[in-house]
């Protein structure tokens, strides 16, 4: 399988920037890139966090663009969590797949701000306790919010003792206003971004609303070459417009979706009741 040129061109610019926030738009194979990218760096093991149903998705890329990574798709019950992730503690090659409600239940949280953190949130837990190497963030605008527990978890796993690649996947990276970046950001680097107020002190325009608490209107126009100067070496976007012309016209894909006990149950009672069967097996309903 080769990547197409938009996309080498990503994979050239992550691994420049070694840590970085690719913000193409939906669609434009982000997931193939990333692949890639931890093939390339030796990254493993690596972690992948992700929605839910994205879960299968990554799983099933790793095997056409990374044969050589062990996917560990964390899923089902705390108990078969634990064992699942134990068993990627022990395997170098470990691609673990895991999304962000299960990062919030295997990961020690991150402090912010004045928020006090209570023992149990500082107590290491079994994603702590792996080493990765590479940290991949997909739909990574769900970081936006600092405050939120499930940000902060995330944080504390990019911030491992043997972390040297992080990477936020995101189509949407601004929802509302410049200021929901440096989350993003400070997953991303960190040390480069280290304190929210600095960031929206330094380049966005604030105003007060109408409870005295201040809003973020926007950049400030005095200081967006910097801004751009300092986001640049960490942010990379193709829009759709730019790379539709390197891509055929289609390109037929099958996607297959786990039913929940319910669906499944609903499918079986329609499939007895309505279905039947030809001579060759296939189902008619």
Not at 163 to 171: D, S
Not at 214 to 234: C, H, N, S, W
Request: net charge positive; proline share 6%; aromatic share 8%.
């Amino acid at each position: 399988m080769q990547l197409y040129n938009y996309q080498k061109a990503d994979l050239a610019f992550l691994k420049a920037a070694g840590s970085a926030l690719l913000a193409n738009e939906q669609g434009t194979g982000k997931t193939p890139t990333t692949l890639r990218f931890i093939e390339q760096v030796h990254g493993l093991p690596a972690v992948v966090v992700c929605p839910n149903s994205m879960k299968g998705t990554w799983a099933r890329e790793a095997k056409v663009w990374f044969p050589d990574a062990s996917p560990y798709v964390v899923a089902g019950s705390a108990v078969q969590r634990r064992k699942i992730l134990a068993s990627a503690a022990a395997d170098a090659s470990a691609l673990v797949i895991i999304n962000f409600e299960g990062v919030r239940g295997h990961s020690r949280v991150q402090g912010f701000g004045s928020i006090k953190l209570t023992n149990k949130e500082k107590a290491p837990k079994e994603l702590n306790e792996i080493p990765f190497r590479t940290v991949v963030v997909d739909e990574a605008h769900r970081l936006k919010d600092p405050k939120a527990q499930q940000t902060r978890a995330v944080w504390a796993v990019g911030q491992g003792e043997k972390v040297t690649r992080r990477l936020a996947l995101t189509g949407t990276p601004v929802a509302n206003h410049p200021g929901d970046l440096w989350s993003i950001l400070h997953f991303v680097a960190p040390d480069e971004f280290p304190r929210k107020s600095a960031f929206v002190d330094r380049y966005c325009l604030v105003a007060f609303n109408g409870w005295g608490g201040l809003d973020i209107q926007g950049m400030r126009p005095d200081t967006k070459t910097e801004f751009y100067a300092v986001l640049d070496p960490r942010f990379r976007r193709m829009p759709k417009a730019l790379v539709l012309p390197q891509l055929p016209a289609k390109v037929p894909v099958k996607r297959f979706v786990q039913m929940s006990t319910k669906q499944e149950k609903a499918y079986k009672d329609i499939e007895k009741g309505l279905g039947t069967r030809l001579a060759d097996g296939t189902l008619m309903i």
